[in-house]
């Protein structure tokens, strides 16, 4: 019986319970709840005791001083995060961050940055993934101690895996002396950046504003340099609250080194084998992480005439470039810009010579963390240059320019004639694969793309969602020749990222005027839809068309892969992995967040006129959202 | 699980892309009658049930699998295929029988084909850009 008792008061205590309730419980034991009642057969509700209630909801007792602090600490954050030049901070609120958040808002002007309300931390997080990945620098998340960094935690995984600076900065009760009984303590840590330490670059928790001040400016600048990664800054509740002291407390100034370059003899050497290849090809990874980055990689292309894999990751080279694709046959030489791994088992190792030569430019030569295994496999290299490939290719291409020959000019614009005829084939192979299923419902991905096309194509366009899980069609059939116009996927193969980072990244877009276009997942959608609401609240313009193909598709075949190859029939695939019965209604789900939605749409007649219908109001700056019931892949 | 995704997506890309050489060209007329042989609407409850539209999609057209339509492959050969195949998950006669299998070669034979690229005003749009 005693432990029944116990155990209701726990459940109490701890579901039902407000933070509150909680600190009244314990500092207050004669008004807990009564220890030898008889339970009921269902937990009763709880009802909040007098004391309960005074502790939530009168006002702290005095101290006998002035409780007024009108020069906060955590004012002098917001300069320090104004000097850093944030546009905005990302944030789901959270009680240890309530200084910061308050002189955002009001001592801050709520402007540079603006408070973005989100309704998950992970949604906060990856919409600051996908906004850097426009913009080219980090947005702030602000996350609840524990908590809230926990939620993060997966984004931040995310962010960390495709090299994108995300700067965040955590709240923490640090002082136990004088941290109050309650939920306080669950949102407190000894060593609070630990839970993320293995995928942040860099993290701190300083123990003073000049400390914060200098945290600050040196957590910019690692997560800024390549390669760009997350970095956490934690910061104590008291700290924001305490006034600032007399003294002037100086903001370092920010000064980026210039990136890492390739040493210059082994640029050289890279040259001279590109040079003396006879079917050299580029493999382009993380490489372009600016627009120069495009430029300069085509013009290596054109000096050499190789053919260039630009990857999935970033628009490295337009996709309708002549020497855009793997070209033919085997290549005796691979240069990797930026390319995570390589070799290892499962490497198609038939577009490769057996004696080819292989060049790998990477800054993550030069930065490698030890537990989570994202480093992928020892990269077969003939040559490796630690350094930052799009800082390299300027003295690379000059390199290379010194070291070409007119006879070797020669025979190498016969190669990319040869090539262009390869590309020129792959594009028509594309266009004719579209035509299959074209009037198929549910719609096929290819129309879905093509239709699209047809209606953006003369804006200003990016596309803020990856191609993996949609066969790759925009690259495939859209001319993307832009930096901005292909964020790339998860990192780390995370749900949950994809409708968040579309997000981010249409805000991103929002002040250059461009058209962000999401092709949306069903089921990544599905972990956080709140970010719609978001999405309406701060007026972000972004069309999402949904790709509703009710399921966790990739897991669909796994399952019935795994079926199949232990002869038991793949009849039962569906359990676990689709998302039926009922199905989800996203028109409606968007229009509970006070968004435009509309669909489902499964007839492919019906889906021109509707995504004219939400291009017209994006393009007056409201998102919108159309469902299409679509093929699998 | 998730780490695997992309590596996979790549190949159905590749898959799906290699299967382009076989597609848009006109069935031979025997199949037709051979369609007899099985059963299209029980063909297509087993399509759906054993999650061949996963890969290949609803209309046959394609995706992370090969594309089956137009089909050109005689029932012996995509039951032989079916039992042991290259890429694919094979299905032996413990989970489809040759009646079943032939169920659903019988269904792949009455998904309609798609036009041509040229003939599809927006796609041929596509192809004239440059």
């Known amino acids: 019986m005693a432990k029944s008792a116990k155990r209701s008061v726990d459940r109490r205590g701890f579901l039902r319970g407000a933070a509150v309730g909680a600190a009244a419980l314990v500092t207050q034991p004669s008004v807990a709840l009564p220890r030898q009642q008889e339970p009921p057969a269902r937990p009763a509700p709880a009802t909040p005791s007098s004391a309960q209630l005074g502790a939530d909801t009168e006002p702290v007792p005095s101290s006998g001083r002035s409780r007024i602090v009108e020069h906060p600490g955590s004012d002098f954050m917001v300069d320090v995060i104004k000097a850093l030049g944030f546009e905005y901070a990302a944030a789901n609120p959270g009680s240890s961050f309530e200084g910061l958040h308050e002189s955002i808002i009001n001592y801050g002007d709520n402007k540079t940055p603006e408070l973005l309300t989100c309704c998950h931390e992970e949604s906060s997080v990856a919409m600051a993934h996908g906004y850097a990945k426009i913009e080219g620098k980090p947005m702030l998340a602000l996350v609840h101690g524990n908590i809230g960094i926990q939620h993060a935690s997966m984004a931040i995984y995310n962010a960390y895996a495709d090299r994108v600076p995300v700067y965040i900065i955590a709240g923490n009760f640090r002082d136990a002396g004088i941290r109050p009984n309650g939920v306080n303590w669950y949102h407190s840590a000894q060593d609070m950046a630990g839970m993320v330490r293995d995928f942040v670059k860099w993290d701190d928790e300083p123990a003073s504003l000049s400390a914060f001040a200098e945290s600050a400016v040196r957590a910019y600048k690692i997560a800024m340099t390549p390669p760009a990664e997350p970095v956490l800054l934690v910061v104590d509740h008291d700290m924001q609250l305490k006034a600032m002291p007399q003294a002037n407390v100086r903001i370092p100034r920010l000064t980026m080194p210039s990136f890492p370059a390739g040493d210059q003899a082994a640029v050289r050497e890279a040259a001279r084998l590109l040079l003396a290849a006879e079917n050299p090809r580029i493999n382009a990874g993380r490489l372009a992480r600016t627009p120069n980055g495009i430029t300069l990689l085509v013009e290596l292309a054109e000096l050499v005439q190789a053919a260039v894999n630009g990857g999935g990751d970033r628009v490295n080279i337009p996709s309708r470039h002549p020497l855009a694709g793997n070209g033919s046959g085997q290549a005796d030489l691979i240069l990797n810009l930026e390319v995570q791994g390589g070799g290892g088992p499962g490497g198609p190792a038939g577009a490769r010579a057996p004696n080819a030569k292989t060049i790998s430019i990477s800054a993550l030569d030069l930065y490698i963390k030890s537990n989570l295994q994202d480093f992928q496999h020892m990269a077969d290299v003939d040559l490796a240059i630690a350094a930052d490939a799009e800082a390299t290719l300027p003295a690379l291409i000059e390199e290379v320019k010194r070291q070409l020959t007119a006879d070797r000019k020669r025979a190498l614009q016969d190669r990319g004639a040869k090539l262009a005829e390869v590309h020129g084939q792959a594009r028509g192979v594309a266009k004719e694969g579209a035509a299959y299923g074209w009037d198929a419902s549910p719609i096929s991905l290819a129309r879905l793309s093509a239709e699209l096309w047809a209606q953006i194509k003369n804006d200003d366009w990016s596309l803020v969602s990856w191609q993996g899980f949609i066969s790759g069609w925009p690259g495939r059939l859209w001319n993307i020749d832009k930096h901005h116009q292909y964020i790339g996927g998860q990192g780390a193969g995370a749900m949950g990222y994809g409708a968040p980072a579309a997000v981010g990244a249409a805000l991103a877009n929002r002040k250059h005027g461009r058209l962000s276009i999401n092709i949306q997942t069903d089921g990544d959608l599905n972990y956080a839809p709140g970010v719609l609401w978001t999405a309406v609240h701060h007026k972000i313009p972004l069309l999402t068309v949904m790709h509703n193909n009710r399921g966790y598709h990739q897991e669909v075949m796994f399952v019935q892969r795994m079926a199949s190859e232990r002869n038991r029939g793949a009849d039962r695939a569906h359990i676990g992995t689709t998302l039926r019965e009922p199905n989800i209604d996203y028109a409606k789900m968007a229009q509970g967040y006070g968004m435009h939605g509309e669909g489902p749409i499964a007839d492919p007649k019906d889906l021109a006129p509707a995504i004219k219908r939400g291009l017209e109001l994006v393009r007056k700056g409201e998102p919108a959202l159309i469902d299409v019931v679509t093929q699998p892949r | ?130």
């Not at chain 2, 992309?6 to 898959?15: D, K, Q």
């Not at chain 2, 699998?65 to 006669?93: C, D, E, H, K």
């Open chain 2, 1 to 130: 699980m998730k780490t695997t995704l992309s590596i996979l997506v790549a190949i159905a890309c590749v898959m799906a892309s290699s299967s382009g050489a076989m597609a848009q060209a006109p069935a031979p007329a025997a199949q037709t009658s051979a369609a007899a042989a099985g059963n299209a609407q029980a063909g297509k409850d087993l399509y759906l049930r054993y999650s061949c539209y996963a890969c290949h999609g609803y209309a046959g057209h394609g995706g992370a699998g090969a594309r089956l339509v137009p089909s050109r492959m005689p029932l012996p050969s995509f039951t032989a295929y079916l039992r042991s195949p290259r890429q694919m998950p094979p299905y032996t006669a413990k989970v489809l029988s040759d009646a079943q299998v032939a169920d659903v070669w019988a269904y792949i034979q009455t998904l309609p084909r798609s036009p041509a690229a040229k003939d599809i005003p927006l796609l041929n749009q596509l192809l004239s850009e440059k």
